[in-house]
């Protein structure tokens, strides 16, 4: 079945620790984003990517990293995790028929 | 710059009667409007847009290009109603933008 899937969906990690979430797609988009949101806050797009080796930066100012070698696959990379990544991180696909479809999201907190 | 706001983060009815989240948007060219739900322990999922004049689970939303709203309507609310509601436009090169949500709750 078409689907997004995130790994890790919980994840408790130190401060200076590098970190990746994953995020697959068997949906065949070829449109990925990934967007940070805090618990009843809005969704902030911080990647975007509209293919294979294509990455762009969202709106949000992230100190993070993207990589698309593959069109199922969307990494996001922190190289060295803060308190103030803590947050929750949803991976999203986007059809041709302009409607982009979420994942599950990876709750990620630095302590 | 905000381009898309919901003015209520809460909002509370009581089951039967009508439901009205709002949401208004800036953005110069021709919007492509959409409504998210996220129900409990769910994942964010597309409610309804406004190119396709649908009614979803009994609700509407219309664009009103002169009041720059695409307010979500509902006669009768359900309990099953219950849920976080995101408003949000399509930009250029497909860019979402999401408002801050409005979480709606459903009294029996």
């Given at each position: 079945e078409a689907d997004i899937y995130q790994t890790p969906r919980y994840?408790?990690?130190g401060t200076g620790k590098k970190i990746t979430l994953e995020c697959s797609q068997t949906m065949g988009h070829d449109?990925?984003?990934?967007?940070q949101q805090d618990?009843?806050?809005e969704l902030h797009l911080i990647h975007y990517s509209y293919g294979v080796n294509s990455t762009e930066k969202g709106d949000l100012s992230s100190e993070s990293t993207v990589s698309r070698i593959r069109t199922e696959h969307f990494p996001l990379t922190l190289e060295s995790a803060r308190p103030s990544h803590t947050s929750q991180y949803l991976?999203?696909?986007?059809?041709s028929g302009n409607t982009i479809y979420f994942g599950e999201g990876s709750w990620l907190t630095v302590v | 710059a905000q381009r898309v706001t919901q003015p209520e983060k809460l909002l509370s009815v009581f089951k039967g009667a009508p439901v009205e989240?709002?949401?208004?948007y800036s953005y110069s060219g021709s919007p492509e409007l959409f409504w998210y739900v996220q129900y409990s322990r769910q994942r964010l999922q597309l409610l309804l847009r406004h190119i396709s004049r649908?009614?979803?689970k009994g609700f509407t939303a219309d664009l009103n290009?002169?009041?720059?709203?695409f307010h979500l309507k509902k006669p009768f609310a359900?309990?099953?109603d219950s849920a976080m509601y995101y408003c949000a436009l399509s930009g250029p090169g497909n860019q979402f933008y999401f408002g801050t949500g409005t979480s709606l709750t459903v009294i029996p």
């Open positions: 994840l408790v990690i449109k990925m984003y990934w967007y618990p009843g806050m991976c999203a696909t986007g059809s | 989240l709002k949401c208004n649908e009614s979803i290009k002169g009041e720059t709203s359900q309990e099953e």
